[in-house]
Every structure is written in structure tokens, then in C-alpha cells.
């Protein structure tokens, strides 16, 4: 065991499983006194995380190559532990209005997180496999979470039914790909002669990522999870696990698969072009919020994929500039429909929002800001995202599918513009309760960084992913 | 039982060689398990002022004998409702499943059907295996009772097995190996050798031999954990709609698997073959030993005492159940995962400490 | 010796894989499955990893299998329900069905290449044992521990889907029934006849 190696490589999450295991201590111990503790101090550890994974940004190979971290990865990872822990922060009204306040809840985001960390580092597939596991099992867990509310129980059986077979196929494809290349090392694999069962294969690894990342046509769990899970259990799906599975979906791809492009582009591409339609035609129809945001997030999900499709040197820094501000709007997103509550609980149907603009005039400010920023509108985050994933889909040649990308934008701005015309036009309905701290301030930040105040700190980010990238 | 092997190389010869020595232990096992039963009856009766057994041969002796024919001559029922053919195999299965256990127990130096390098882990999966009697023959019955019972043993089955795996882990540790043949050899010499008295780890092994003799009757179904046939609640358990050769079957199934759990104490924590005095030297060429052959004569010594071993064990299995009351379900679910499991991966966690500083020691 | 162990073995193990799927009885299914894990640990027998061999039966068969037989018994499966559903599905599953066969044949095609010539199954080791300890626990660790971490979100998972402490509810504490004491329970009172207490 070479420590120094190990520090180097895997600091944020060794140290993430040990607050972790500490934390289940603790709460063994303490029980219901650490209930709304361990929401905070939940939220400090993922932080403390993400500072450390900047901090060790360079990283390193550990674990006899079954690890391996670069800035690439160190980037996104930070990202996921910062949105994770804002999650959980924004979590804490919602659990303790609706009495679902448990220490259990920080515990499973935190080994969620962990989860990621591992999938984003995994240099073999067997650590990716385990780190899946690790992120999905906690992710089915947090959407049952309400155990008393038929849906949320439904919510949690379908996703784990569902994410079962893709962990399934994700296993078949990688026995595969291991009998054919004769090793599970990323390095290995890239290396290894190309032929016919390494293509079958990594159809089976793509087919299960892509349920992952809920691209078409494996989106169809989405919508219902959405709908059923509790809203700040879909706040944190949304934001940081989307991020971390569509990273993880580039490394591998890039990396062990890296020479063979030609053979999954087309894949990727048609998974790409079908997430961008169904998301965009799909949303057109929806009246509850959350099955919404559903629907773009299967969008979004292949707006990203076009990135993913240009290739390592210039679809790499895109797709992750992309999925971080997308993450963090998406934070900001949730965050609004997490104040969406009147007196006897929470309401999720659009027409709810109906008037926004004179009862609680800046929540539907941000709220426009941030549809906006998503739909992609110029001066926002948003517009950038999209702006530097097409432009990586041209660099790369890829002319019909930024084509099919733009047509999609054309049409989900009527379901985006259908929310704010709603919100600014609709009859007055009564306020909402007020919302709490921490979500009004969440809401606020995700609201300016939507802002292209920040186009610096995504240039610096490109470049910094860029740099990586050009050495990986 | 290498020593009787060598002298042929045709591949027959040596097929016919192990069905003998099958055909051998399980004969012996049989008859050994006959007069266990009128043992273990006597002593129930014992405790209770009675006679026990005590018309059929002398000192009732053949009593077993007498039983056995009484069930092989007796109408075998099957109730209409049942699924037939998993009815009937469920008792198959019991005996065999605990038969074949047998396979692996060193019974004296080189008596051993099959010397396997993973002997724990066989007796371990074939003993797990006999779950599937009971909650086969409780589920083909299509009876109330009988399911009730044989869904008991399935959780009583599993969760006794946690802790009996670890405590097989402790004695893997201490001996280095998982051949059962190597267990026993590593405890040669006297009892202060044996894994159960060795010193210093007495202080964890000894209290190990008690949770493994105490999950073991949990396993077998043995009171005070006989909940899968507690008569007064499920009249008999998953036996009762067995009559006949199957209820025999089941019964002898049992049976062999409570002397297998007797023979298994003996090999892992009291020196298996070994006498408690270690080699006295008594027996050179000039005596008995010389007429026999060493070894042979050596193996006659080390079974006698293998034999005494199992028989104490079981004393102990019968004066059990002769002296405490059942238990309550939820009292033995608690004992099982809230008690045995915690010391017994202490004392994993304790021994392998004190393995890892010995051999660090050594070296 | 070892080929025809092989095809009986195999052959056993495909039709109990069969019968699982075509039982009409779950139950029967589930003792199919429970003889397709058995018979699989004997080809690995064959091929000398006796450990995995053991292993397979001690947690597929010993535990899982035991688990999902008893939630099968307990649960009362409607089939002739189950079938109905089955046919509108059939043509399009039947589809994913050839497709998958298709891929499986065209790559069990490829296979000759890369098939190894020799198999063992303990290198570097005597026994089966040591080959897998030697790997899990240096050159693998990384990954037998984040395997821990899988099974404690389980483990933790199962407890928040499933315990309720609910209030009100009269419960059992050990402690106190050991702790009984003869004088916290039974009182001797003199009574004089004729006077009562």
C-alpha cells in the first residue's frame, strides 16, 4: 500500500467514507437528537469534500490502477459534492414540515456522494460497477424515502426495479468486454485489439449508462420518479448524480473506449437526438411541475450527449460546462418548487404558480431567470451551455445533430415560456407559506450564477478541464 | 482413506472402493445413531425418575430396532391436498443432505471419505442445504401447521447459521486451514491442545464452543429451540402430515444431522481423534499394535476416542433437552442476532488480532 | 471422466434454467433455481475452485434462495392473472428476444480467437483459497471494502424503508424481565381467616 499514492489520488472520498461511517455511529448513538443535526452537519462533510478534491485538483493513479483522478474528474467532482451538500441543506424544511426528519436521510446523501466520487474516479470497471451500486442503492433508498406515500414507494420500486436490469446490463457488458479484452482496466481495454464482442459489449455498457443518465430511449422511469420522490430527494437527482453519471459516461467512453469512436458515436448520437425530442415534445403535455422538469432533464441530458459525441479533446471541457451549470440551475429550480407549499402541504401543478409576480414578486424573478438560463435565452448561463456544446458538435462535424439540438430548444421554449406566462400573467392565487433560509438564499445564488457574470469562472473552468484533457 | 487406496490404480476398482467405504460410515452411522437414540431416551427418562425403554431386548436395547420396523411396516399417507412430488422428496432430501456431510469427517487419522481442502465450507453449505427439507416438506403438506413450522426453521435455520459461520472462522484462523483433517492435527497432544482448552485463546474459544453447541441444537431443531415442531402450538411442526417410511426419513435426517453436529464440536474444539492424555507411548511393536500394524491400530485408538467425543456431545445434546424449557420465537431470534452474532465477530476480530501477532511474533 | 461430468452437469444445469422460467407453480420455479445454483457449483468443481464452488451454495443456496423461497410460499401469486398480461407483451418482447440471441450468436462466433488454451484456477497457490485471499486482499482491497460500504447502504436502506417505531405500542424490554425481582412481584400477606386483607 503506498499511502502517498492513495492521499494523493482518493483524499475527498476516504475521507467522505469516514464521516460517513461516523455519522451512522452517531446516529446509532444519538438517534432522533441527530436528526436535524445531521442535516447540517451532513451538508459541512460534502462541502469539506468538495474543498478537498479542489484542493488536490492535480490527483493521481492509485489502488494498482483500479483509481485514477485528474482535474477533469477532481472538477466534477468538487461540483457533485458542492450540489450534493446544497441539496441537503435545502432538504431540512421540506423533512421537517412533512415529518420525514431522520438522520438516515444525510447518511444515504452522503454515501450517494460517495458513490459518485467513486464511479468519477474509477480507473477499472469493477470500481465503476461499485461505485454505481454504491450511488443507485442510496439513490432508490432516498426516493422511497416517504415510506407512508404510495407514490413515493412506487416512485422508489420502479427506480429500483429499473435501475436493477441496468446495473444488470452494465455487469453483462463489462464480462463482456473483460472476456474479450482480458481485463477490466481502462488502460487495458484501450489497448486491446477491437473486434466484435468488444462491441457488443460496450453497447451493453452504453445502454445501462444511458439508463443512468435517463437518456431516451431509456427515460422512461424519469417522469414517474420525479413525480413520486420527495421534492428535495429529486432536487439532489436532479442536480448532483446527473452531473457525476454524465461525466463518468464521458471518462469511460473516452478513455477505455477512446480509439474505437466510430463505433459508438452513431449510438451516441441517436440516443442524443431521441432524449433532445422526446424531452422537448414530451414536457409540451405535463402539468405537474416535477414531471416537467422531468422531461427537460431528459433534454438537457441529450444536449449533453451531442458533447459526448464530439469526442475527448473537444467534446470533454464542453460537456462539463454544460452539466455544471445545468446542475446548478436545476439546484435553483427545485429550490422554487421547494417554497411551493400553502397550508396543508405541498403543491406541484403549474397552474399553482399561476400570479407569482405579484405575490412574491423576486421568487418569480428567479424563477424566470432560471427557466430561462435552462431554455438556453443569450445572456444567460444557460445560452453559454448550449452555445459551447453546439459549437463542440460542429467542431466535431456533427452538422444534423446540433440541427435536431436547436429545433428541440425551438420547441421546449413553449413549455418553458408556458411556466413564466403563468407566473407573470395568471390570476392571483394566494401566496405561498414563506420560504425558509437556506432556500431563499440557494435560490438567489443559483439565480445569479445563472447570470453570465460568471462566463469568467466558466472560461477558467475550460480551460482548467482543457488542460487536463490534452494530458488524459 | 488414502492408506487403503494405494494399492490399485484401475479406475473401477477405486469407484467400487468408495462406495464401499460409503456404504461403510454409513452403516456404522446408522447403527451408531440406533442406540444414540435409546441413549438419548434413557437419559431423558433418567432425569425424569423413569425407566425409559426397557421390553424390547435387553435393557430394552433393541428398542430402536423395534421403532424402525414399525415405521418401515406402517401405511405411508399422503394427503390429497399435497404436492406430491415435492412431498416425497422432502424427506429424501433431509437424509440425504445430512448424509452426505458425513463425507468429510476425519474419523481417525486417515479415515475420511473425501479429504476436501475446503471441509468447513462443504459442511457448511450442505448443512445450510437442510433447510430445504423442512420448508419443503412444510410447504408440500398444504397444512396450516406444517407451513407455520417449516417457515420457523427457515428463519431459525438461517440466522443461527450467521453466527455458527463465524465461529467456524475462529477455528479456521487458529488452524490455518479449512481441511478438517488439518484442523484436528494442528490440536495434536492432550486436551490442553485442544482448540476448546488451548491456552491463551481459551478465553475466546472456550465460550465459542458454548455458542456453537448452542447454535447447533438451534440448527437441528433440538430443544430448547424445537419451535418449527412445538407441539404444544403446531401440534407437530412440518412432520405432521408424515407418516410412515417419509416421517422415518425425516426423523433419521434429523438424527444424522445432530450426531454430525456432535462429531463437528468434537473435531473443531476437542482434538477430534485425539486422546485427552496425548501419545503415552503404551503401544510400541511388541504389543496389540504390532499384530495390527501402527497405523491401523493407531486409527482403531483415535475412533474409539472420536466415539467417545460424539457421545459426550450428545449426553450433553439429550441432558439439554431434558433439563430447560423452550424457548419463546422472539427470545430465540434475540439470541441468535442480537447476542451470538456481535461475540461471535468479536471474537473473530480478538482471534485473528492474535493470530497476526503471533506470526508476527514468530517471524 | 471430466467431460462427461461436464455434460451431465451443464445439461442439468440448462434444463432446471429452462423449467425455472416454464414452471407453472413459483414454487417449483424457485427449487429449480435453487438445482440450476447447485449444479453450477459442481461445474465449478470441475474446473477446481472448489472455493467458489462452496461459497455459491453457502450464500446463493444456503441464504438467498432459502429468502426467496419463503417470500414465494408466503406470497399468493396469482398466475392465470400474470399470464394475461404476458400475451400483449409477448410479440414485442419476442422481438428483444431474437435480437439479444442474434447478438449472443454472432458473438459467441467471435470467441474462438481469444478462448484461452489452459485454466487455473489457483495461481501462484496451493489451494483455491489462498489464490483468492492473496488478490482480495492487496491488489483488490480498494474494492472488497467499497463492497462493505454497498452492503451497509443496504443494510441501512432496508432499516429506512422498514423499522417504524411506533408510539403507544407496548413493547418488551429484556432488561427489565431479567431484572425481575422475586420481592417486586409477589407480596406474602398474613391473612387471618374470616377478616380478609
Redesign the interface.
Known amino acids: 500500500?503506498n499511502w502517498d499514492e492513495i492521499f494523493a489520488a482518493a483524499t475527498p472520498e476516504l475521507y467522505l467514507?469516514f464521516a460517513?461511517?461516523i455519522a451512522?455511529v452517531l446516529g446509532a448513538v444519538l438517534r432522533e437528537r441527530f436528526a436535524t443535526v445531521s442535516i447540517k452537519a451532513g451538508a459541512l462533510i460534502l462541502l469539506g469534500a468538495c474543498a478537498l478534491s479542489l484542493f488536490n485538483i492535480e490527483g493521481g493513479v492509485a489502488?494498482?490502477g483500479?483509481?485514477e483522478t485528474d482535474r477533469f474528474t477532481n472538477l466534477a467532482k468538487a461540483v457533485c459534492y458542492f450540489c450534493a451538500g446544497v441539496a441537503l441543506l435545502i432538504a431540512e424544511p421540506y423533512l421537517v414540515k412533512e415529518r420525514l426528519i431522520?438522520y438516515?436521510y444525510a447518511?444515504?446523501v452522503i454515501?450517494a456522494s460517495?458513490g459518485m466520487g467513486?464511479t468519477l474516479s474509477a480507473n477499472d470497471l469493477?470500481?465503476l460497477y461499485?461505485?454505481i451500486?454504491?450511488l443507485s442503492?442510496?439513490s432508490?433508498?432516498l426516493a422511497?424515502?416517504n415510506?407512508d406515500s404510495q407514490r413515493s414507494s412506487e416512485a422508489?420500486l420502479k427506480y429500483f426495479v429499473l435501475g436493477a436490469l441496468a446495473s444488470g446490463l452494465i455487469l453483462y457488458g463489462s464480462s463482456?468486454v473483460y472476456?474479450?479484452s482480458?481485463s477490466t482496466n481502462y488502460d487495458a481495454i484501450a489497448q486491446a485489439e477491437f473486434?466484435?464482442?468488444l462491441v457488443?459489449g460496450l453497447v451493453l455498457l452504453i445502454t445501462g449508462l444511458a439508463f443512468k443518465v435517463s437518456a431516451a430511449p431509456l427515460h422512461v422511469w424519469t417522469p414517474d420518479v420525479y413525480e413520486g420522490a420527495p421534492t428535495p430527494v429529486v432536487a439532489f437527482f436532479a442536480s448532483a448524480p446527473k452531473l457525476a453519471s454524465m461525466v463518468v459516461f464521458a471518462t469511460i467512453l473516452f478513455e477505455a473506449f477512446g480509439n474505437a469512436i466510430d463505433q459508438w458515436q452513431d449510438v451516441i448520437l441517436i440516443i442524443s437526438g431521441a432524449s433532445m425530442l422526446i424531452g422537448a415534445f414530451g414536457a409540451l403535455r405535463q402539468t405537474n411541475l416535477k414531471r416537467l422538469f422531468a422531461y427537460s432533464s431528459i433534454g438537457n441530458m441529450g444536449y449533453a450527449l451531442i458533447a459526448l459525441a464530439a469526442g475527448e479533446d473537444i467534446g470533454g471541457p464542453a460537456l462539463l460546462v454544460y452539466m455544471v451549470i445545468y446542475a446548478l440551475s436545476q439546484l435553483g429550480i427545485f429550490g422554487v418548487l421547494l417554497s411551493m407549499r400553502r397550508r396543508g402541504g405541498m403543491v406541484e401543478d403549474i397552474s399553482e404558480l399561476s400570479g407569482l409576480s405579484s405575490t412574491m414578486p423576486w421568487l418569480a424573478v428567479c424563477m424566470t431567470a432560471l427557466v430561462f438560463s435552462v431554455a438556453g435565452i443569450p445572456p444567460l448561463g444557460g445560452f453559454f451551455g448550449k452555445l459551447v456544446v453546439f459549437q463542440a458538435g460542429v467542431e466535431a462535424g456533427l452538422w444534423p445533430i446540433v440541427i435536431i439540438g436547436v429545433i428541440a430548444s425551438v420547441v421546449s421554449l413553449g413549455y418553458y415560456l408556458r411556466i413564466i406566462m403563468i407566473m407573470w400573467g395568471g390570476d392571483k392565487l394566494a401566496p405561498f407559506e414563506n420560504m425558509s433560509g437556506t432556500v431563499g438564499i440557494t435560490v438567489s445564488a443559483a439565480t445569479i450564477l445563472a447570470f453570465p457574470v460568471f462566463t469568467v469562472v466558466i472560461g477558467w473552468m475550460m480551460s482548467l478541464a482543457g488542460g487536463s484533457f490534452s494530458l488524459g | 482413506m488414502e492408506q487403503f487406496l494405494g494399492w490399485t490404480e484401475n479406475?473401477i476398482l477405486l469407484v467400487l472402493l468408495s462406495l464401499g467405504q460409503i456404504l461403510l460410515v454409513t452403516v456404522v452411522l446408522l447403527l451408531a445413531i440406533a442406540f444414540l437414540l435409546y441413549f438419548d431416551r434413557k437419559v431423558l427418562a433418567g432425569t425424569m425418575l423413569r425407566k425409559g425403554p426397557n421390553v424390547v431386548g435387553p435393557f430394552g436395547l433393541f428398542q430402536s430396532f423395534a421403532d424402525f420396523g414399525k415405521f418401515v411396516l406402517k401405511e405411508m399417507i399422503i394427503p390429497a391436498g399435497a404436492?406430491k412430488t415435492?412431498f416425497m422428496i422432502a424427506p429424501i432430501l433431509a437424509t440425504t443432505l445430512s448424509l452426505i456431510c458425513w463425507a468429510v469427517v476425519p474419523i481417525a487419522p486417515g479415515w475420511v471419505v473425501s479429504d476436501?481442502?475446503?471441509g468447513v465450507?462443504?459442511l457448511?453449505?450442505?448443512s445450510?442445504?437442510g433447510?430445504?427439507g423442512v420448508?419443503?416438506a412444510g410447504?408440500a403438506s398444504n397444512s396450516k401447521y406444517p407451513?407455520l413450522g417449516?417457515?420457523r426453521s427457515?428463519?431459525q435455520m438461517?440466522s443461527y447459521?450467521v453466527s455458527i459461520?463465524f465461529v467456524l472462522v475462529t477455528v479456521i484462523l487458529l488452524s490455518g486451514s479449512?481441511n478438517l483433517t488439518t484442523i484436528v492435527e494442528s490440536q495434536t497432544g492432550g486436551f490442553w491442545n485442544w482448540y476448546a482448552f488451548k491456552l491463551p485463546t481459551i478465553i475466546v474459544m472456550f465460550p465459542m464452543m458454548v455458542i456453537f453447541f448452542i447454535s447447533a441444537l438451534a440448527e437441528t431443531n433440538r430443544p430448547p429451540f424445537d419451535l418449527p415442531e412445538a407441539e404444544s402450538e403446531l401440534v407437530a411442526g412440518y412432520q405432521v402430515e408424515y407418516s410412515g417410511t417419509p416421517f422415518l426419513l425425516i426423523y433419521l435426517g434429523e438424527q444424522i444431522a445432530i450426531t454430525l453436529m456432535c462429531a463437528m464440536t468434537s473435531v473443531l474444539f476437542l482434538g477430534g481423534w485425539h486422546s485427552p492424555v496425548g501419545d503415552l507411548g503404551l503401544f510400541d511393536e511388541n504389543t496389540l499394535a504390532g499384530l495390527l500394524g501402527t497405523g491401523t491400530f493407531e486409527s482403531l485408538i483415535g475412533a474409539f476416542w472420536f466415539a467417545l467425543k460424539v457421545t459426550f456431545v450428545f449426553f450433553m445434546f439429550a441432558f439439554v433437552r431434558a433439563l430447560v424449557p423452550r424457548y419463546r420465537y422472539?427470545q430465540l431470534m434475540?439470541l441468535g442476532w442480537k447476542i451470538f452474532l456481535p461475540t461471535s465477530l468479536v471474537a473473530v476480530l480478538l482471534i485473528s488480532g492474535y493470530v497476526v501477532y503471533t506470526s508476527a511474533a514468530a517471524a | 471422466?471430466e467431460v462427461i461430468a461436464f455434460s451431465i452437469l451443464s445439461a442439468i444445469v440448462l434444463i432446471a434454467a429452462f423449467c425455472v422460467i416454464a414452471a407453472r407453480?413459483p414454487?417449483?420455479s424457485v427449487?429449480f433455481l435453487?438445482l440450476a445454483f447447485?449444479t453450477s457449483s459442481g461445474l465449478l468443481v470441475l474446473i477446481g475452485a472448489?472455493?467458489l464452488a462452496?461459497?455459491l451454495?453457502?450464500v446463493y443456496?444456503?441464504?438467498v434462495a432459502?429468502?426467496f423461497?419463503?417470500v414465494v410460499?408466503?406470497l399468493d401469486v396469482d398466475f392465470v392473472e400474470l399470464k394475461q398480461g404476458f400475451l400483449n407483451y409477448a410479440p414485442f418482447g419476442g422481438v428483444v428476444a431474437l435480437v439479444f440471441f442474434a447478438?449472443i450468436a454472432?458473438?459467441a462466433?467471435?470467441?474462438g480467437?481469444?478462448r484461452p488454451e489452459t485454466f487455473d484456477a489457483s495461481p501462484n497457490a496451493e489451494?483455491?483459497?489462498e489464490a483468492i485471499g492473496q488478490v482480495m486482499y492487496t491488489?483488490?482491497?480498494?474494492?472488497f471494502q467499497?463492497?462493505g460500504?454497498?452492503l451497509?447502504?443496504?443494510m441501512?436502506?432496508a432499516?429506512?424503508?422498514t423499522l417504524r417505531h411506533r408510539p403507544g405500542v407496548r413493547r418488551?424490554s429484556?432488561e427489565e424481565q431479567t431484572g425481575r425481582k422475586r420481592a417486586d412481584a409477589v407480596e406474602l400477606k398474613d391473612v387471618r381467616p374470616g377478616q380478609g386483607i
Open positions: 500500500m467514507a460517513g461511517l451512522v489502488f494498482n483500479l483509481w431522520r438516515e447518511l444515504l454515501f460517495l467513486i469493477m470500481t461499485l461505485g451500486e454504491t442503492l442510496s432508490y433508498v422511497a424515502f415510506r422508489g463482456l472476456g474479450f482480458g473486434g466484435i464482442g457488443f | 479406475p404436492n415435492v476436501l481442502n475446503v465450507l462443504y457448511l453449505a450442505m445450510s442445504l433447510v430445504y420448508i419443503m410447504w407451513f417449516g417457515l427457515a428463519a438461517v447459521e459461520g479449512m422472539d434475540r | 471422466m407453480n414454487v417449483h427449487l435453487i447447485f472448489e472455493f462452496m461459497l451454495i453457502v443456496v444456503g441464504a432459502v429468502l423461497l419463503f410460499m408466503m447478438e454472432l458473438v462466433s467471435a470467441m480467437a481469444s489451494t483455491n483459497v491488489d483488490y482491497l480498494l474494492l467499497i463492497s460500504i454497498v451497509l447502504i443496504a441501512i436502506g432499516i429506512v424503508l418488551q429484556v
